[in-house]
């Protein structure tokens, strides 16, 4: 009987060496297909695309400055490794900063001059805004002005020949003998080169009037005396909170189609008002135009990524903070000078 049971495990023995012999004991490996096969080859070797660092410097237009702050703070939201320095002090600040290197981007709120392009000076447009006149809420005609708008021809009276110095003549009323005080810009400004075109004028040196420093500073002169007239963007002469005029000043009507009489279409008391006459070109241009951003040679690496999010993303961001999103195709032509 033991050896009977002895030959069976041997049987039992020789047939499991043979069955492992030919491979059938084991399960075979799963077969990879060679496109799936490429493809795993192909994300293994892909690097990881990484998050933008470094800092960006800016400078330039009053303009232009509380939008870029803005796009600062959101590009930093999604890219927390990104760091700013953002100066204003004026488009011409910005634009010789630019030309010396001192900083990555200018803020220019003006055309590029001939002159700048020479000097190796790239630019796209980035939005849309105007500059407006303002008055003092509490000028003696403001009543009168209101209800008859000024004429560009006034405009250009009050600042570029200096032949309208009381408010009466800007009314058409001779037994009016206050004297108009006249403010403008004593930086380097878009905002007063557009302000001179519209009223005949080639620069920002053809302007009469008293000088101030800044954008805020002509805003606050113009508050405090009941003669001046002045002139500020969109995005500071409205409270952006409340969509009303700052407190203090009136935008006096512009007399666009000259009929003598302020239009419902040219009063602007509110933000969205003025918005929908920039975006629409019914307020005219200049002082309407275009916001650009500078730099010396066309932008590379994090300046360009930068720019290319203002041009896409960053959009969004401008209505709410009193500026004109560029159209689909003033988008297209600014991204594809990018290329």
């Given at each position: 009987?033991?050896?009977?049971?002895?030959?069976?495990?041997?049987?039992?023995?020789?047939?499991?060496?043979?069955?492992?012999?030919?491979?059938?004991?084991?399960?075979?490996?799963?077969?990879?297909?060679?496109?799936?096969?490429?493809?795993?080859?192909?994300?293994?070797?892909?690097?990881?695309?990484?998050?933008?660092?470094?800092?960006?410097?800016?400078?330039?237009?009053?303009?232009?400055?509380?939008?870029?702050?803005?796009?600062?703070?959101?590009?930093?939201?999604?890219?927390?490794?990104?760091?700013?320095?953002?100066?204003?002090?004026?488009?011409?600040?910005?634009?010789?900063?630019?030309?010396?290197?001192?900083?990555?981007?200018?803020?220019?709120?003006?055309?590029?001059?001939?002159?700048?392009?020479?000097?190796?000076?790239?630019?796209?447009?980035?939005?849309?805004?105007?500059?407006?006149?303002?008055?003092?809420?509490?000028?003696?005609?403001?009543?009168?002005?209101?209800?008859?708008?000024?004429?560009?021809?006034?405009?250009?009276?009050?600042?570029?020949?200096?032949?309208?110095?009381?408010?009466?003549?800007?009314?058409?009323?001779?037994?009016?003998?206050?004297?108009?005080?006249?403010?403008?810009?004593?930086?380097?400004?878009?905002?007063?080169?557009?302000?001179?075109?519209?009223?005949?004028?080639?620069?920002?040196?053809?302007?009469?009037?008293?000088?101030?420093?800044?954008?805020?500073?002509?805003?606050?002169?113009?508050?405090?005396?009941?003669?001046?007239?002045?002139?500020?963007?969109?995005?500071?002469?409205?409270?952006?909170?409340?969509?009303?005029?700052?407190?203090?000043?009136?935008?006096?009507?512009?007399?666009?189609?000259?009929?003598?009489?302020?239009?419902?279409?040219?009063?602007?008391?509110?933000?969205?008002?003025?918005?929908?006459?920039?975006?629409?070109?019914?307020?005219?241009?200049?002082?309407?135009?275009?916001?650009?951003?500078?730099?010396?040679?066309?932008?590379?690496?994090l300046t360009l990524t930068f720019i290319e999010w203002i041009l896409t993303d960053g959009q969004q961001y401008l209505e709410s903070a009193g500026f004109v999103p560029l159209t689909p195709e003033q988008q297209a032509e600014s991204l594809a000078k990018l290329k």
């Amino acid at each position: 009987m033991q050896k009977q049971t002895l030959t069976l495990l041997s049987v039992f023995l020789v047939l499991a060496v043979a069955l492992s012999a030919c491979g059938t004991a084991t399960p075979e490996a799963t077969a990879v297909p060679e496109s799936d096969a490429g493809a795993l080859s192909e994300a293994a070797q892909s690097p990881t695309v990484e998050s933008p660092s470094g800092t960006i410097s800016i400078s330039g237009a009053f303009a232009l400055y509380p939008m870029m702050t803005v796009w600062a703070d959101e590009f930093t939201n999604v890219h927390p490794d990104v760091q700013f320095d953002i100066q204003g002090g004026g488009a011409g600040k910005g634009m010789t900063d630019t030309i010396a290197g001192a900083v990555d981007i200018g803020m220019i709120s003006r055309a590029i001059k001939p002159e700048e392009e020479a000097q190796n000076i790239f630019w796209v447009s980035v939005t849309k805004d105007a500059v407006f006149p303002i008055i003092s809420s509490e000028n003696p005609v403001a009543e009168q002005i209101l209800a008859k708008g000024i004429s560009q021809e006034i405009f250009a009276g009050i600042y570029i020949t200096g032949e309208i110095t009381t408010w009466g003549q800007v009314v058409g009323d001779d037994t009016i003998t206050d004297e108009i005080h006249v403010f403008t810009r004593s930086d380097a400004s878009g905002a007063a080169e557009q302000w001179a075109k519209f009223g005949g004028g080639k620069a920002q040196e053809d302007l009469k009037g008293i000088g101030v420093n800044g954008e805020p500073s002509i805003l606050d002169t113009v508050i405090k005396d009941p003669l001046a007239i002045g002139y500020g963007n969109l995005n500071s002469i409205f409270d952006l909170s409340s969509g009303n005029t700052v407190p203090g000043i009136i935008i006096p009507p512009i007399d666009i189609n000259t009929n003598g009489q302020a239009d419902v279409e040219e009063v602007y008391t509110v933000k969205e008002d003025a918005f929908g006459a920039v975006a629409n070109s019914t307020y005219p241009s200049p002082p309407a135009r275009f916001e650009n951003l500078a730099t010396l040679g066309k932008p590379e690496g994090l300046t360009l990524t930068f720019i290319e999010w203002i041009l896409t993303d960053g959009q969004q961001y401008l209505e709410s903070a009193g500026f004109v999103p560029l159209t689909p195709e003033q988008q297209a032509e600014s991204l594809a000078k990018l290329k």
